[in-house]
């Protein structure tokens, strides 16, 4: 009987099967091969056993299942096929052997694990989320299991979800419109539908923002790969009390951007009213006689200061409904304002007003 070496001699990683065929052919003893069989299952239940398991192969394609019947109909045999296809026997054997016994090269179906939810589960499931579209899965598996009895987790309620076209996303905003609200924005455009192009070249479109030192308030995204997500350049910078903002009144016109006004403090009728004489009093004057003011109906546009400002000065106002932001083209101005302010990594206040006052007077907006 020869001689047993260390186990740290046994090649790693090494099967069951194949340390009883060395023990065969070395002619062990019956208390080494229950000494080794016995280590073996040890290692086996504590995990630390490596088996060398064959990988699973993609699934071969119907043309190509096909072609490997088509070949062993020519007469060519298994190991010609496999070395044609470039595949390996046992595969080519295996399809030519179920065309055989079944007459066809598809797959039978395959039967996965039961569905847990039935289709009384799933409707109930698709009413609740259609009548709260702000219900998490969370609560909603709460209320299945509190109906049904069957516990369900919440990524099986978001499948359930996906199946009928449902998906979680981020909810849009928008202005909160009342019915009156609607009632006056369809009635601002019907009522303007009919002007020609020569009266919308008379608009002087007007409304404050807000332009931050450091960032957007817009949602922003970036391209990265998975697992990039806290890298420098794919990270969206952040710093305490927003690093500080200027409000900002303009105009435009379709002639282009009128007078920019800078308000320090919070604006009240009074200020308001001086911005008006300063800065849109000129802008309107250049679009003649025929020019339409328009500002939103925030207190300290129709405030009695205000209006009583703009009826000396013989301003024609244009009936503005609440609550229509999104109608006032200038925001559009606004948007590119500030996606040219972020460009210039500004660091200070100061800095902000001269990168916005330059960009303004550059004619680029």
């Known amino acids: 009987m020869s001689k047993l070496g260390p186990i740290s001699h046994f090649p790693s990683p090494v099967s069951c099967d194949s340390l009883v065929l060395q023990g065969l052919r070395c002619e062990w003893g019956a208390g080494v091969l229950n000494l080794v069989s016995s280590l073996s299952n040890s290692l086996i239940l504590t995990c630390h056993w490596k088996f060398n398991m064959a990988p699973h192969g993609k699934q071969l394609s119907e043309d190509l299942k096909k072609r490997i019947v088509a070949l ?5 045999g298994y190991k010609m096929i496999a070395k044609t296809l470039k595949l390996s026997c046992s595969t080519v054997a295996k399809t030519v052997q179920r065309f055989n016994w079944t007459g066809y090269t598809q797959n039978r179906p395959r039967h996965g694990r039961p569905k847990k ?50 998906h979680g996303c981020r ?19 019907e009522d303007k539908q009919t002007k020609d192009m020569d009266y919308w070249n008379h608009v002087l479109w007007s409304i404050e923002t807000k332009i931050n030192l450091f960032g957007l308030d817009g949602v922003k995204r970036v391209w990265r790969k998975p697992g990039e997500e806290y ?26 951007t009128g007078e920019l006004q800078f308000i320090e403090g919070t604006m009240n009728a ?11 009093i000129p802008s309107l004057r250049r679009l003649g ?16 200061t205000t209006t009583a400002l703009l009826k000396k ?17 200038i925001e559009h101005l606004w948007g590119i304002l500030k996606r040219k302010v972020e460009e210039c990594k500004v660091s200070n ?8 006052m330059e960009e303004d007077s550059s004619g680029n907006l």
């Open 171 to 189: 909810p849009r905003r928008k202005p909160l419109l009342k019915m009156m609200h609607k009632k006056a924005r369809k009635q601002l455009s």
């Open 231 to 256: 890298k420098d350049k794919c990270v969206l910078p952040t710093v305490k009390h927003g690093g500080g903002s200027v409000m900002v009144w303009g105009c435009m016109s379709a002639a282009g």
């Open 313 to 329: 000065l013989r301003v024609k106002v244009m009936d503005w409904p609440s609550m229509s932001p999104d109608l006032n083209p």
């Open 72 to 76: 062993h109909k020519d007469g060519l």
């Open 117 to 166: 939810l039935s289709a009384r589960a799933q409707r109930h499931i698709q009413r609740l989320s259609l009548g709260n579209r702000r219900m998490s899965a969370a609560s909603i598996a709460a209320e299945v299991e509190g109906v049904g009895g069957q516990p369900v987790s919440a990524q099986t309620i978001r499948c359930t979800l996906h199946q009928i076209g449902l």
């Open 289 to 304: 006689r025929r020019a339409v003011f328009q500002h939103d109906n925030d207190p300290k546009h129709t405030s009695k």
């Open 270 to 280: 009074n200020m308001y009213c001086d911005i008006l004489k300063q800065s849109m």
């Open 349 to 356: 206040i100061n800095q902000l007003c001269d990168v916005v």
